[in-house]
């Protein structure tokens, strides 16, 4: 009898990796999904917690995407292991600090470990040739093949009969004329072959799954760098970088500040670990301070507070004060004048 061979198959959660893997199942391989959890990942993060994404659903991408392909997904935390990728990139940033081309070389490199470990025979991803300006052009594709050490286990369904024939595929465990060509930015092949396969939904095709190649959230990593004197950071700094509105009024504090409900209660869970800010006069955000203040810091921040209250045009706001003192906190009550708008320097928002 044929022996089934078996891959290991990339998944972000987009269109990409869901038609590659399809590619591959539908051929008869038995295929597994993985997935790398490295902290900054878009799934089930802010749009999971605020109104202005409730059209969103609400669910992990990569989970869906293996149960709509009927595939058993395994889901890796590599947050420790990744730090070195986004602080020391062998091959340097994209336009914000997303190592694209090392994270990829990263990835492939662990799903090599893993078909090793459990027997399996190829790797699987969702790449497209000139889809990526870092990671998935022409030149790019052969260093993460040899920086992962999976050579030629590596199999890109969507662009495979543009590159050089893989093992899989001199060995006929699958069939190259059954693979595809794709090339370029534009989505409407993948879009149109989707539709082929019988596959109606499927996460939007932009955007990426990375807050790193978000600018926002990069200039927010940076500053968090240079603050601290060091390239370096825990799980909670990078998760609090993505939720509110980040202000820094001097270069030894920052505010972190609400902008609703679900990002309010959100931040309830990292009060106890930070000076913090509550308007009670008016209802308005949970403010988090991070970093170390005297007295004339704290009415700057109990300031902005009120500003972003809906105290905002009022003369005066109360605000609880809620002051970290090693492990104790202390708590105050002060009324203060919020800032107009206009008088918030452009600086000061990160």
Request: aromatic share 8%; hydrophobic share 35%; charged share 30%.
């Amino acid at each position: 009898m044929k022996t089934q061979r078996k891959a290991i198959s990339l998944i972000s959660g987009g269109l990409d990796s869901m038609l590659a893997t399809k590619a591959i199942l539908d051929q008869g391989v038995h295929v597994e999904g993985i997935n790398f959890y490295t902290g900054f990942c878009v799934e089930g993060h802010t749009h999971a917690i605020r109104k202005k994404d409730k059209a969103k659903p609400k669910r992990n991408n990569a989970l869906w995407v293996a149960e709509q392909l009927g595939i058993k997904l395994h889901i890796i935390d590599i947050i420790e292991e990744y730090k070195d990728v986004v602080i020391n990139p062998k091959h340097g940033y994209g336009s914000n600090l997303n190592p694209c081309l090392d994270c990829k070389c990263f990835m492939v490199k662990k799903a090599h470990e893993w078909i090793q470990e459990n027997d399996f025979d190829f790797i699987i991803t969702g790449e497209v040739v000139g889809q990526r300006p870092m990671s998935q052009r022409r030149d790019t594709m052969p260093v993460i093949q040899r920086e992962s050490g999976a050579e030629d286990r590596l199999l890109r369904p969507l662009c495979a009969k543009i590159l050089p024939e893989t093992l899989p595929e001199r060995e006929g465990w699958v069939d190259r004329e059954q693979l595809f060509g794709f090339n370029g930015r534009g989505r409407k092949p993948q879009i149109a072959l989707a539709g082929k396969m019988g596959i109606e939904d499927y996460a939007q095709p932009a955007g990426g799954c990375c807050f790193l190649t978000d600018a926002a959230y990069s200039n927010k990593l940076a500053d968090l760098w240079t603050t601290r004197g060091e390239r370096d950071y825990e799980l909670d700094d990078i998760m609090l970088l993505k939720v509110g509105r980040h202000l820094r009024p001097r270069p030894h504090f920052k505010l972190i500040v609400g902008r609703e409900e679900g990002e309010n209660r959100f931040l309830e869970g990292y009060r106890k670990q930070f000076t913090h800010i509550i308007p009670i006069s008016h209802p308005g955000p949970l403010v988090l301070v991070d970093g170390n203040i005297n007295e004339e810091d704290l009415e700057i921040a109990a300031r902005l507070t009120a500003r972003f209250s809906q105290g905002k045009k009022a003369a005066s706001v109360r605000v609880e004060v809620h002051s970290k003192k090693g492990d104790t906190t202390e708590m105050t009550e002060m009324d203060v004048t919020p800032y107009r708008i206009e008088d918030i320097p452009t600086e000061w928002y990160l």
